[in-house]
């Protein structure tokens, strides 16, 4: 992936790791347009960042995921870069849920809403002399936190699809990477006050720094994630799963 001269779209791009990259990756010489679902974030973002730009989107809402598609191909052509960010995490009881609210949210949101949002725009980007999906996973995709249990379902749903799409585009010009994220500060379950969350503007230097790679690696990890990224690998699986969720029983 070069990293400047792109037109980008970033979803989720208002908070947390989403601005992160949206603003890092402004800085880097790109069109960058950040969509989500709360407009007065995404102001507030494009406000701190001149010439950044926002598009609204809500990834729960199905019917409006193809038309949405549609209209940003046609307001920004050169398009060429789709980062699929956006994600909500909620803990859930399983003995006590009344209804599945929260578990069709959180799938429709981080599972539903790339594949469906990918599936939208991958006429366009294919029409662009190089291209590149970027799908956000987690370091939980591979070691689940289990009081988030439908969050890192679809995590590793996630890494499943993105390996499946890069194998069935590997004959075209679209480039698909996933990025791993481990425990960073943001506002996902309290992250932001967490003294033991990875500072975000420490992440974002190392991923900007990963990218940078040439060819870039079709998984982004941080030193902070490969624990768990490599946990099966390297046989460490069932400690580490214990380690991360004791105490929380």
């Given at each position: 992936m070069k990293l400047s001269g792109n037109t980008i779209l970033i979803t989720g791009g208002g908070s947390g790791i989403g601005r992160g990259l949206a603003e890092a990756l402004h800085r880097a010489g790109n069109q960058v347009v950040i969509a989500g679902r709360r407009q007065k974030v995404l102001e507030q973002t494009v406000a701190a960042n001149p010439g950044m730009q926002f598009?609204?989107?809500?990834?729960q809402i199905a019917g409006d995921i193809e038309r949405y598609g549609k209209e940003?191909?046609?307001?920004?052509?050169?398009?060429?870069?789709?980062?699929?960010?956006?994600?909500?995490?909620?803990?859930?009881?399983?003995?006590?849920?009344?209804?599945?609210?929260?578990?069709?949210?959180?799938?429709?949101?981080?599972?539903?809403?790339?594949?469906?949002?990918?599936?939208?725009?991958?006429?366009?980007?294919?029409?662009?002399?190089?291209?590149?999906?970027?799908?956000?996973?987690?370091?939980?995709?591979?070691?689940?936190?289990?009081?988030t249990p439908t969050y890192c379902a679809t995590k590793a749903a996630i890494h499943s699809y993105t390996q499946s799409l890069r194998f069935q585009l590997k004959k075209t010009k679209i480039e698909v990477l996933e990025l791993i994220p481990p425990y960073v500060a943001t506002d996902l379950m309290g992250g932001k006050s967490d003294p033991r969350a990875m500072p975000l503007d420490k992440y974002i230097a190392e991923v900007m720094d990963i990218l940078k790679m040439q060819p870039t690696p079709a998984e982004i990890c941080v030193d902070n994630v490969k624990r768990l990224r490599l946990a099966a690998e390297c046989g460490n699986y069932e400690s580490i799963l214990q380690g991360l969720n004791s105490g929380l029983g």
């Open positions: 598009a609204l989107l809500d990834l940003i191909s046609l307001r920004f052509p050169s398009l060429n870069v789709l980062i699929n960010n956006a994600g909500i995490m909620r803990a859930e009881k399983v003995e006590e849920q009344n209804g599945l609210a929260d578990a069709e949210a959180i799938i429709a949101t981080n599972l539903l809403g790339p594949i469906r949002l990918t599936a939208a725009l991958l006429p366009h980007l294919r029409k662009q002399a190089a291209a590149t999906i970027m799908n956000v996973s987690s370091g939980l995709a591979f070691v689940p936190l289990m009081i």
